[in-house]
C-alpha cells in the first residue's frame, strides 16, 4: 500500500475499489483498520481511500509534528499522488480536522463532506466547551478501552467482542499517541467569518447515546456551518460507523446520491432517503 512523504512525516494510505473517490479520515481512536465495514461495502462501487493520519499506526512522525494543523495539506497530497481533482470526505470525530479545513481552505477539492461523532474545528463557546470535555476524557484513556464512555450501554452488553475489536485497533496506534488538546489550538480554530462563502454540501450525524461527546451535540456544530443538514443515530453511540455500520452506511450512501455530481452517483437499494 502507498506510503508518501509529506511535511516532515511519512503518510500511509490504502486503496480499494474504482470509480468515484471516497475519502474516509479516522478519528483520534481510530485508523485505516476502523473503516474494515465501509470499505467492505463501498469498494463494491467506488474508490474507496482510507489514511492513517499524522502519528498513528503506519505514519510515523515526532510527536510534536502529529498536528491537525497538518491535515489539510496530508490529505491534499494524497490526492495529489492519486491524480485526483476532487473526492467526497467522510470523517469521524478528529478526521472533521481534516475535512472540514479543506472544504473551508480548498473547496474545489471537495464534491462533498459527511462528518459523524464531531465537534469538529468550527468555533463556539459551547462547541469548545463539548471539545474540552471529550478531550479530558479521551486523554484521561478511558475512551474505548471498555469503560463504556462513547458507546450505547446496549451494545456493550449484548457485542462484547465489538468492543475488543475497537480496543485492539485503536492499540496499533503508537504511544504516547494522540495530544486531543491539539484540537483546540488556535491554528487549527474556525471562525465563523471563514464560512463566510462556504458552499460544500455538508452534514454532520451523531448517535443518541454519545456521553463521549455529548447527545445531540452535532445539532448545535451543524448550526455553524451555512446549509449543514443534520441526521440522528437512535441507537448508536459517539462511533455509529463501528457500532450500528449498516445504518452508517446507510445514511452515507443516501448523501452521497443527492450530493455526488449526477454520473457519478450509485442508487444502493438501500441508500437513505432524509439527508
Given at each position: 500500500?502507498?506510503?508518501?512523504?509529506?511535511q516532515?512525516?511519512?503518510?500511509?494510505?490504502?486503496v480499494?475499489?474504482?470509480?468515484?473517490?471516497?475519502?474516509?479520515i479516522h478519528?483520534?481512536?481510530?485508523?485505516?483498520m476502523?473503516?474494515f465495514?465501509?470499505?467492505?461495502?463501498?469498494?463494491?462501487?467506488?474508490k474507496?481511500?482510507?489514511?492513517?493520519?499524522?502519528?498513528?499506526?503506519?505514519?510515523?512522525?515526532?510527536?510534536?509534528?502529529?498536528?491537525?494543523?497538518y491535515?489539510?495539506?496530508?490529505?491534499l497530497?494524497v490526492?495529489?499522488?492519486?491524480?485526483?481533482e476532487?473526492?467526497?470526505?467522510i470523517?469521524?470525530s478528529?478526521?472533521?480536522w481534516?475535512?472540514?479545513?479543506i472544504?473551508?481552505?480548498?473547496?474545489?477539492?471537495?464534491?462533498?463532506?459527511?462528518?459523524?461523532g464531531?465537534?469538529?474545528?468550527?468555533?463556539?463557546e459551547?462547541?469548545w466547551?463539548v471539545?474540552?470535555k471529550?478531550?479530558?476524557v479521551?486523554?484521561?484513556?478511558?475512551?474505548g478501552?471498555?469503560?463504556?464512555?462513547?458507546?450505547?450501554?446496549?451494545?456493550?452488553?449484548?457485542?462484547?467482542?465489538?468492543?475488543?475489536?475497537?480496543?485492539q485497533?485503536?492499540?496499533?496506534?503508537p504511544?504516547?499517541?494522540?495530544?486531543?488538546?491539539?484540537?483546540?489550538d488556535?491554528?487549527?480554530?474556525?471562525?465563523p467569518?471563514?464560512?463566510?462563502?462556504?458552499?460544500?454540501?455538508?452534514?454532520?450525524?451523531g448517535?443518541?447515546h454519545?456521553?463521549?461527546?455529548?447527545?445531540?451535540?452535532?445539532?448545535?456544530?451543524a448550526?455553524?456551518?451555512?446549509?449543514?443538514?443534520?441526521?440522528?443515530?437512535a441507537d448508536?453511540?459517539?462511533s455509529?460507523y463501528?457500532e450500528t455500520?449498516?445504518?452508517?452506511?446507510?445514511?452515507?450512501?443516501?448523501?452521497?446520491?443527492k450530493?455526488l455530481p449526477s454520473?457519478?452517483?450509485?442508487?444502493?437499494a438501500?441508500?437513505?432517503?432524509?439527508?
Amino acid at each position: 500500500m502507498p506510503q508518501i512523504n509529506v511535511q516532515d512525516a511519512k503518510l500511509y494510505y490504502e486503496v480499494h475499489g474504482d470509480g468515484y473517490p471516497l475519502v474516509f479520515i479516522h478519528g483520534g481512536g481510530g485508523n485505516t483498520m476502523a473503516w474494515f465495514n465501509q470499505v467492505a461495502f463501498f469498494a463494491q462501487h467506488y474508490k474507496v481511500i482510507t489514511v492513517d493520519l499524522r502519528g498513528f499506526k503506519y505514519s510515523p512522525c515526532l510527536p510534536e509534528l502529529a498536528h491537525p494543523r497538518y491535515y489539510h495539506d496530508d490529505i491534499l497530497a494524497v490526492l495529489d499522488a492519486e491524480g485526483l481533482e476532487h473526492a467526497a470526505f467522510i470523517c469521524q470525530s478528529l478526521g472533521a480536522w481534516a475535512g472540514l479545513a479543506i472544504a473551508v481552505r480548498s473547496p474545489e477539492r471537495v464534491s462533498c463532506l459527511y462528518i459523524n461523532g464531531s465537534p469538529t474545528p468550527a468555533y463556539s463557546e459551547e462547541n469548545w466547551r463539548v471539545l474540552k470535555k471529550g478531550s479530558d476524557v479521551f486523554m484521561g484513556g478511558s475512551f474505548g478501552r471498555g469503560s463504556g464512555i462513547g458507546w450505547n450501554r446496549e451494545t456493550l452488553k449484548s457485542k462484547p467482542e465489538l468492543v475488543l475489536l475497537y480496543s485492539q485497533i485503536k492499540a496499533l496506534n503508537p504511544l504516547p499517541g494522540f495530544d486531543s488538546a491539539t484540537m483546540m489550538d488556535d491554528t487549527v480554530k474556525l471562525h465563523p467569518e471563514d464560512f463566510t462563502h462556504y458552499r460544500v454540501p455538508t452534514i454532520i450525524t451523531g448517535g443518541a447515546h454519545d456521553d463521549f461527546l455529548v447527545p445531540g451535540s452535532h445539532e448545535h456544530t451543524a448550526t455553524l456551518i451555512p446549509g449543514c443538514a443534520t441526521y440522528t443515530y437512535a441507537d448508536a453511540g459517539h462511533s455509529a460507523y463501528f457500532e450500528t455500520p449498516q445504518a452508517f452506511n446507510r445514511v452515507v450512501a443516501g448523501f452521497l446520491n443527492k450530493h455526488l455530481p449526477s454520473k457519478k452517483r450509485v442508487q444502493y437499494a438501500t441508500a437513505a432517503s432524509n439527508t
